[in-house]
Nanobody, 124 residues
Framework: QVQLVESGGGLVQAGGSLRLSCAASGRTFRRYAMGWFRQAPGKEREFVAAIGRSDGNTYYADSVKGRFTISRDNAKNTVYLQMNSLKAEDTAVYYC?????????????????WGQGTQVTVSS
């Protein structure tokens, strides 16, 4: 089992940047594909980005391509989401997720493990 704790959310002006972090418990972090999802008020949770267990392959939602970058540090059991050129429509609760499956699949199926979420608010 994996426990996930997100941090780094906050309030930022449009055009600004934030970096989210997700710390995972346990010694099996490298066995999990990791991803970020978000849920805006009144909307369903949506896939944002994912990264493979060891190959470093990354996948992004079209809405964030070129602006967001997902990365992981297996030595620190941490996955990051660097968010640049933020827009008001990026406002949401951001969730970290982990799954023993593939990163490519994280945009399709529901991951096994979730963090509690961190709020990101972008003011226009």
């Amino acid at each position: 089992q994996v426990q996930l704790v997100e941090s780094g959310g906050g309030l930022v002006q449009a055009g600004g940047s934030l970096r989210l972090s997700c710390a995972a418990s346990g010694r099996t972090f490298r066995r999990y594909a990791m991803g970020w999802f978000r849920q805006a008020p009144g909307k369903e949770r949506e896939f944002v980005a994912a990264i493979g267990r060891s190959d470093g392959n990354t996948y992004y939602a079209d809405s964030v391509k070129g602006r967001f970058t997902i990365s992981r540090d297996n030595a620190k059991n941490t996955v990051y989401l660097q968010m640049n050129s933020l827009k008001a429509e990026d406002t949401a609760v951001y969730y970290c997720a982990a799954d023993p499956g593939t990163a490519q699949g994280m945009g399709v199926y529901v991951p096994s493990y979730w963090g509690q979420g961190t709020q990101v608010t972008v003011s226009s």
